[in-house]
């Protein structure tokens, strides 16, 4: 069964200095693995997708994301944070076994103070 | 880019009574769709799989005679809360991936807000 871990209930990060945000991810073969973003009462927004080729993935609004597989990992970063990046992001992960049904880590609320 | 449609945004019900969400598909088409649930500050969790011109799968732990999915068309798909409690007041989400296309995004609805008083 595929699962998503995201460790960090909440990450603080002041305005301008780096993001990173973690997402760990378990499957049996080979993971699609998204980040999407939610602000307050809205449904989700995608922000970058990995399916296959280069580890780094860039997005939208100057994110970016790793794919490590030896660390089965995904985290979302961003050079420079800003304070309307304040939001709730979610990583997840889908297989195209069982028509990419998608599973989402508990998520990261992400606070950038100016 | 790709489109979903949720409908209605807000709604208000009184317990007892159903009422159904409907997710639309604006500009591509979907064989499958899939309902979520979210409460407040948590995370996504999947209801079922919808499937077009076939029975949804539910996840282990949702009703599914409270919970009824339809999945009349390639671009529409419907939850209906039925005899709906306090209890399943919440945000319910739907999600589509573009027919025929391997790997591609999972595009979501702006979601609804269930309140049953």
């Known amino acids: 069964a595929q699962s998503v871990a995201q460790p960090e209930d909440q990450v603080n990060v002041a305005e301008g200095n780096p993001l990173t945000v973690k997402c760990t991810y378990s499957v049996s073969g080979n993971p699609y693995l998204f980040w999407y973003v939610q602000y307050p009462n809205r449904g989700l927004q995608f922000l970058l997708k990995?399916?296959?080729?280069?580890?780094l993935v860039k997005g939208s609004y100057g994110f970016e994301a790793e794919f490590n597989k030896s660390q089965t990992s995904f985290h979302l970063k961003k050079p420079s944070a800003l304070v309307s990046d304040s939001a709730l992001y979610f990583c997840?992960?889908?297989?195209?076994?069982?028509?990419?049904?998608?599973?989402f880590g508990a998520g990261t609320r992400l606070f950038v103070k100016a | 880019g790709a489109v979903v449609s949720q409908h209605p945004s807000w709604v208000i019900c009184k317990s007892g009574t159903s009422v159904k969400i409907e997710c639309r598909s604006l500009d591509f088409q979907a064989t499958t769709m899939f309902w979520y649930r979210q409460f407040p500050k948590q995370s996504l969790m999947l209801m079922a799989t919808s499937n077009e011109g076939s029975k949804a799968t539910y996840e282990q732990g949702v009703e599914k005679d409270k919970f009824l999915i339809n999945h009349a068309s390639l671009t529409l798909s419907t939850l209906t809360v039925t005899s709906a409690h306090p209890e399943d007041s919440s945000f319910y989400i739907c999600?589509?991936?573009?027919?025929?296309?391997?790997?591609?995004?999972?595009?979501f609805g702006e979601g609804s807000w269930l309140t049953v008083v």
């Open positions: 990995y399916i296959t080729g280069d580890n």
């Open positions: 999600s589509a991936t573009p027919l025929g296309i391997t790997g591609n995004t999972i595009y």
């Open positions: 997840a992960v889908s297989q195209e076994t069982g028509g990419f049904k998608t599973i």
